[in-house]
């Protein structure tokens, strides 16, 4: 059962949803490969035969099996100065940071202090029915389940 629409907010969590990806028949990693920079796209030219590497979370010391692709994105492209720059179209901009920061989701307003762009128009642009490269509203019992799992810090 589907479920019912509700109006985000500035405080919504928004995330690249992969199923969106799948449910449109659209490839993902053929998307993605069109982020990466030249380098990249040149190392990547076979994308079908990159395969998953460790990846360390320095924060936390997890290791996860990430998409190479990705990683390299997170860790060459996202650090070039025109990744993300004012002539980057928002849909454009928003989807790259969410592949920037390993597709944390974030809150209109978090996006806005990292693209010094206006909550408001960010929210505009991905609050409505209209899915921009997948980026949707983290399902509130997903958001309570991430939430949950966040370790509290050490009062001092």
């Not at 997170?74 to 920061?101: G, H, Q, W």
């Amino acid at each position: 059962m589907k479920s019912r629409w509700v109006r985000p907010t500035l405080n919504t969590k928004f995330h690249i949803d992969r199923d969106w990806w799948e449910e449109k028949g659209r490839n993902f990693r053929v998307h993605l490969l069109s982020h990466l920079c030249s380098e990249c796209q040149q190392r990547y030219q076979d994308y079908q035969e990159t395969e998953l590497i460790d990846w360390i979370d320095a924060s936390t010391g997890e290791v996860a099996q990430v998409d190479g692709l990705w990683h390299s994105l997170r860790v060459c492209c996202s650090l070039k100065p025109d990744y993300v720059n004012e002539l980057t179209p928002m849909t454009t901009a928003i989807f790259r940071v969410f592949l920037a920061n390993g597709n944390e989701p974030l809150t209109p307003i978090e996006l806005s202090q990292e693209l010094n762009r206006p909550a408001e128009t960010i929210l505009r642009t991905i609050g409505g029915f209209q899915v921009y490269h997948g980026i949707k509203p983290v399902p509130e019992e997903e958001v309570r389940r991430v939430s949950r799992r966040k370790p509290v810090a050490d009062e001092e």
